[in-house]
């Protein structure tokens, strides 16, 4: 990992922060950042600023809670909540519902059943996908906090890949057919769920339920670069056959999970947090034994895009997928 010096004083941070480059370009480790006396704007902005320039930062030792863990998310801008899993029948575990419990606890404490209703849609998280692209309104930033760890060793890293770049080494001709096509994507949480845990949802489909829209390829606003809007969400492109449309994005899959585009960080503390920007990563769940042995407590602040591009193709409202 190199090192790289972000603009924001030392004495306005009222901390000594260090930022290390994780690969090609790409991901940021921040080490120094301790939000046990609250949250500032300096802080803040020195997070974004990575985030922007890597696409996402995993902030060590954060000392966060709930309350800022929250308050930090605000400054990304206005936030999700868990409202639509809660109208599916999911008793939401944690105190606000600007958190999504995305660990493997059950209210009582319990580890959630690998087989229950919770247990099969969880499964949909070990495939690459960006948050809510399925919804009219996509996520822009995440902010992913560790409460409870399992042991090393045992699983529950998370992976994200690099979309810029992913892009940006696509093959001439293939990249040229693309833009010529200027694909629509259609994507569905339920097409994913099902994708990840087919006999659970096999009586589901997806056609019969709303389908966000996207453009395929897409120019990140934020830093001007072109990028892949791709997710195992996507059911299908607009104005090709199924068969065509599985070819392309099987392909844009096999070419942006190549190992030089991902990279699978290790949760080390609790207190850990990682931030991206959905807009141009893609991330996925890494099982392990820790599933069926171990808590993970983990909790999610979810910032809604405000992007151009935030709507997609979409008509402006207030609905929200939660799960059947």
């Keep these: 990992m190199s090192t790289t010096s972000i603009t924001v004083t030392q004495a306005v941070l009222r901390s000594n922060p260090n930022l290390k480059v994780i690969k090609n370009g790409f991901g940021a480790e921040i080490t120094g950042l301790d939000f046990t ?3 500032t704007d300096e802080a803040f902005r020195f997070i974004e600023d990575a985030v922007k320039k890597y696409g996402f930062a995993v902030v060590r030792k ?13 400054k990304f801008g206005e936030l999700d909540d868990v409202t639509p899993y809660n109208k599916a029948g999911r008793v939401h575990r944690l105190k606000y519902n600007e958190l999504f419990d995305v660990g493997n606890s059950e209210i009582d404490g319990s580890i959630v059943d690998l087989n229950s209703p919770r247990g099969e849609a969880n ?26 760890l ?14 810029r770049g992913a892009y940006r080494d ?6 040229r057919f693309l833009h010529d ?6 994507h569905s949480i339920l097409h994913s769920k099902k994708m990840a845990a087919p006999e659970h949802f096999k009586d589901v489909n997806p056609t019969d339920h709303f389908m966000s829209r996207h453009l395929l390829l897409q120019k990140h606003e934020r830093t001007g670069i072109p990028t892949i809007y791709l997710a195992k969400h996507i059911h299908s492109l607009e104005g090709v056959s199924p068969e065509e449309s599985q070819g ?48 993970r407590d983990m909790r999610r602040a979810t910032v809604h895009d405000d992007s151009s591009l935030a709507w997609g193709l979409n008509p402006k409202s207030d609905q929200r997928m939660g799960l059947p």
């Excluded at 696509?170 to 990249?175: A, G, M, P, W």
């Design 181 to 186: 096509r200027n694909f629509v994507a259609r």
């Design 150 to 163: 399992p042991p090393p060793g045992t699983g529950g890293s998370t992976a994200f890949a690099d979309m």
């Design 37 to 39: 006396h609250g949250v």
């Design 123 to 148: 499964k949909g998280n070990s495939l690459f996908h960006t948050d809510s692209s399925f919804n009219p309104r996509r996520a822009g930033y995440s902010l992913l906090l560790a409460h409870e």
């Design 248 to 295: 392309i994005l099987d392909r844009l899959f096999e070419h942006s999970s190549q190992d030089k585009y991902v990279i699978e960080v290790e949760w080390i503390n609790v207190g850990d947090m990682i931030v991206w920007d959905n807009t141009c990563t893609m991330h996925r769940a890494i099982s392990g034994e820790f599933t069926t042995k171990y808590r």
């Design 170 to 175: 696509l093959d001439d001709d293939f990249k």
């Design 62 to 74: 954060t000392n966060l809670v709930d309350e800022t863990h929250l308050e930090l998310a605000r």
